[in-house]
């Protein structure tokens, strides 16, 4: 399963909490980019820019082809930042039914309060929020199999969670 959703609607917070919760492995697309990069040069704007060479170079496949062969498949995985729709159709692909997406939203004033310690000011945030790289991260909320509003609280995205994973008898898999 994956998540999409705009720099702060809580993504990793989610992934992190199935993979605690009900035992997913975690996959992070910034962490296959990272390892492509040389050593030392992976702060966030670097890899936010090299994200988007690799979009544009036509590379997108390769980087999925990565995270694809990393995961251990036989285990259930959670993966977290996809932000092309090259992503869910790979990912699609190779889990067939099985992949499922989320796509979180929040609006960017409650997305800035969450990564104050990130940006100095509302105008930054939005400058990164408008980088190259996640221009394509919204056509991917007409993919996503559940759409979750996280404007509230972690439990509360917890709890909408928790409810997702029922529905799907996914708490079977414990």
């Known amino acids: 399963m994956g998540f999409a959703g705009r720099t702060g609607a809580g993504k990793t917070s989610a992934a992190r909490y199935l993979s605690s919760q009900f035992g997913f492995q975690y996959a992070r697309y910034s962490h296959f980019l990272r390892e492509w990069l040389p050593a030392g040069s992976a702060d966030r704007d670097r890899l936010r820019s090299f994200g988007w060479e690799v979009m544009v170079g036509g590379r997108q496949a390769e980087l999925n082809a990565r995270l694809i062969a990393g995961l251990d498949r036989s285990r259930s995985a959670v993966i977290d930042g996809l932000r092309h729709s090259i992503d869910f159709d790979s990912l699609s692909n190779t889990f067939g039914a099985s992949f499922r997406m ?73």
């Not at 929040?106 to 990564?115: N, Q, S």
């Not at 509302?122 to 996640?134: F, I, K, N, R």
């Not at 759409?147 to 997702?164: F, G």
């Open 102 to 174: 989320i796509f979180l939203e929040a609006r960017p004033e409650i997305r800035f309060e969450r990564l104050r310690s990130r940006f100095s000011d509302y105008e930054a945030s939005e400058t990164a929020d408008s980088a190259p790289v996640e221009t394509y991260v919204d056509g991917l909320k007409a993919l996503a199999s559940s759409i979750i509003s996280n404007e509230e609280s972690l439990e509360s995205l917890y709890q909408q969670l928790d409810a997702w994973a029922a529905a799907c008898g996914i708490g079977d898999l414990k």
